[in-house]
């Protein structure tokens, strides 16, 4: 199983809205909506912030918003805060016990 | 609430096998509840799924790293450990445990803070 893909950066404004995307295979997000999104701060573990393509964690930000269509998947953050600036990863769920995750993208808050 | 901590050395010599354990906080290790799992990122990289284990004993692994991977538990410490043999600098990363939970909770929820593996002689 290939990673899932990410853009390698995006950026935005405080109060702005972003999007970043994750594309695999068929085989990647058949059958499955089970993606998961995690951010993570420097030096810092990963956070779940969206599991089974829209839910949200308890204690995690209504800013955050997942969907999927197809072969991909995305994650937008409404309202972009300084403290959003960090890394976002996508995951998948492929069967049996296994994940694929995205190689990760870099948000940045100008 | 489940908290994880990894422990185990920081450098491992190429060719040797590689070794950590995740000592589990909150909730018992032999509960039905959780899968344990170790996810990998190598430096400036994604994350990597590597192996998981449920209570049962029963294991799963990443098709591309099952060959020299172990993972295993040992309940009476509250402990999951990994092993991974023929190391190379390419498995040099942060390894985290982490846990997903039983029926159909298929996503990484609790993480320990990793431990950085570096392979180097």
């Known amino acids: 199983q290939s990673a899932l893909t990410q853009p390698a950066s995006v950026s935005g404004s405080p109060g702005q809205s972003i999007t970043i995307s994750c594309t695999g295979t068929?085989?990647?997000?058949?059958?499955?909506?089970?993606v998961s999104w995690y951010l993570q701060h420097p030096g810092k573990a990963p956070k779940l912030i969206i599991y089974e393509v829209t839910k949200r964690p308890s204690g995690v930000s209504d800013r955050f918003s997942g969907s999927k269509s197809g072969n991909a998947a995305s994650l937008t953050i409404s309202g972009l805060q300084t403290e959003d600036e960090a890394h976002y990863y996508c995951g998948s769920y492929v069967g049996s016990n296994t994940w694929v995750f995205g190689g990760g993208t870099k948000l940045t808050v100008l | 609430q489940v908290q994880l901590q990894e422990s185990g050395p920081g450098l491992v010599k190429p060719s040797e096998t590689l070794s950590l354990t995740c000592t589990v906080f909150?909730?018992?290790?032999?509960?039905?509840?959780?899968?344990w799992g170790w996810v990998r990122q190598p430096p400036g990289k994604g994350l990597e799924y590597i192996a998981s284990?449920?209570?049962?004993?029963?294991?799963y692994y990443n098709s591309s790293l099952k060959s020299r991977v172990t993972i295993s538990m040992d309940t009476s410490k509250s402990q999951f450990s990994l092993k991974l043999s023929s190391v190379t600098a390419a498995d040099t990363a942060l390894y985290y445990c982490?846990?997903?939970?039983?029926?159909?909770?298929?996503?990484?929820?609790?993480w320990g803070q990793g431990t950085l593996v570096t392979v180097s002689s």
């Open positions: 284990i449920y209570f049962t004993g029963t294991t």
């Open positions: 068929s085989s990647d997000f058949d059958n499955y909506d089970l």
């Open positions: 982490a846990t997903y939970g039983s029926g159909g909770r298929y996503y990484f929820d609790y």
């Open positions: 909150g909730d018992p290790i032999s509960s039905n509840r959780y899968y």
